[in-house]
């Protein structure tokens, strides 16, 4: 079975600052993906970035990349010249790459807050 | 419609009533799952549908949860002798084909069930 750790509860960044979102993740698999997903007060989840393991160049979206360690099993989010609209929890995700049940395998998330 | 939706918004109940909780995916989705986020806890999975068969269970906590799919739409969530640690969020999700190499998973903004 998959698990993903998000050992970090709570971070705070400063606006306009850039902040790194850490996650590890333990698997058997040689092929997956590997999510951010934003979670607002609102409780909608919203896809931030993704990254497919067999790429080997980090994925990037606007304001937010990733920092993708295969060997390592890291995936860590960089979210660049934070805004106050990024305070929100992020959950890192794992899902598998094949087979037709497409769920996901959730961290326990971290609290962003950010300071004006 | 345009995204998942979900109701009712807010439950409250009390310990030992029954409770369903209604998922309405996106239009087309075939791939339907559920999910719980428990106060400090990541989302966990509970059930996964493929049109109106769920093939796996494997997430449901108890014998008091069961959920159904109908017409490869609707889902209902049915949870049987609340308990107080079955107060939660309730998370619903749809993908447009399982197993096609990468399609996203949307989610629905949950239903808070507070069992008192």
């Known amino acids: 079975a998959q698990t993903v750790t998000q050992s970090q509860p709570e971070m705070s960044v400063q606006e306009a600052e850039t902040v790194t979102l850490s996650c590890t993740y333990d698997t058997s698999e040689s092929d997956y993906y590997l999510f951010w997903y934003k979670q607002p007060p609102s409780r909608q989840m919203i896809l931030v970035i993704r990254q497919e393991a067999y790429k080997q160049q980090n994925a990037t979206e606007n304001r937010f990349s990733v920092n993708f360690q295969k060997a390592a099993k890291s995936f860590s989010l960089k979210i660049s010249d934070s805004q106050l609209g990024d305070a929100a929890m992020y959950f890192c995700?794992?899902?598998?790459?094949?087979?037709?049940?497409?769920?996901?395998?959730f961290g326990k998330g971290i609290t962003l807050s950010v300071r004006p | 419609g345009a995204g998942v939706s979900q109701s009712p918004s807010n439950k409250v109940t009390e310990k030992g009533k029954d409770v369903e909780l209604r998922c309405d995916p996106i239009s087309g989705h075939t791939a339907l799952y559920w999910y719980r986020q428990s106060l400090g806890q990541g989302l966990e999975f509970l059930i996964y549908f493929q049109g109106n068969s769920a093939p796996d269970k494997s997430g449901l906590p108890s014998d008091r949860f069961s959920a159904e799919r109908t017409g490869g739409s609707v889902s209902t969530l049915t949870i049987q002798r609340t308990q107080q640690e079955d107060s939660a969020v309730y998370l619903c999700?749809?993908?447009?084909?399982?197993?096609?190499?990468?399609?996203?998973?949307?989610f629905g903004p949950g239903t808070r069930l507070t069992v008192l």
């Open positions: 995700a794992y899902r598998s790459y094949t087979g037709a049940n497409s769920k996901l395998t």
């Open positions: 999700a749809s993908n447009l084909v399982p197993g096609v190499e990468y399609n996203e998973q949307f």
